[in-house]
Every structure is written in C-alpha cells, then in structure tokens.
C-alpha cells in the first residue's frame, strides 16, 4: 500500500517511539522513500553492545506503513530527516 509524504510524516513521532521501544540498538529513525511511496527508515547501531535482558524485536510495519532498517557500524551523524531520542 503506498501513503503520502504528509500521511507517514504525521505518524513519525509515534512510529519511533515504537521502533525505539522494539531494539535498543536503534539511533535514529526518520522517513525514507521509493517508487512505491513513503516508509519509516530506522538506522541501527549493530556494533552497540545492549544486556542479554534486552529484548529485541522486528516491526515490519506501523499503521500499515513499511519498517526498513539500515545497520551502521557505529553511531556516527546521519543526515536528513530524522528524529532522535
């Protein structure tokens, strides 16, 4: 299903709080787009080490908007638009 620009950037706020909630190796989490419209775009420290206790979880979609998740090396600055915790 493909959601407008304002449609996705309208839930961003939510979306990341539950995308941050699911892995805590996520750094930022920001809107990413392709020919089939508009879709949550998560960048994930895979390097960060996190507690045995963490749980750690895959959210393929929020209100029927995709989930992509892009793994970084290391936390380094990422630019576009992107919301931080």
């Known amino acids: 299903m493909s959601h ?3 449609y ?4 961003l706020d ?3 709080k539950t995308i941050f909630d699911s892995d805590a190796r996520v750094h930022a989490v920001g809107i990413g787009g392709s020919s089939s419209g508009y879709h949550y775009q ?5 390097t960060k080490v996190v507690a045995y206790s963490v749980r750690i979880s895959h959210v393929p979609s929020i ?3 995709p989930v992509a ?3 970084a090396l290391h936390s ?3 630019f576009g638009c992107l919301r931080r915790c």
């Open 4 to 6: 407008d620009y304002q």
């Open 8 to 11: 996705v950037l309208e839930r």
């Open 14 to 16: 939510t979306a990341a």
């Open 42 to 46: 998560a960048i994930r420290n895979t």
């Open 63 to 65: 209100d029927s908007i």
């Open 69 to 71: 998740f892009s793994d």
């Open 76 to 78: 380094g600055r990422v």
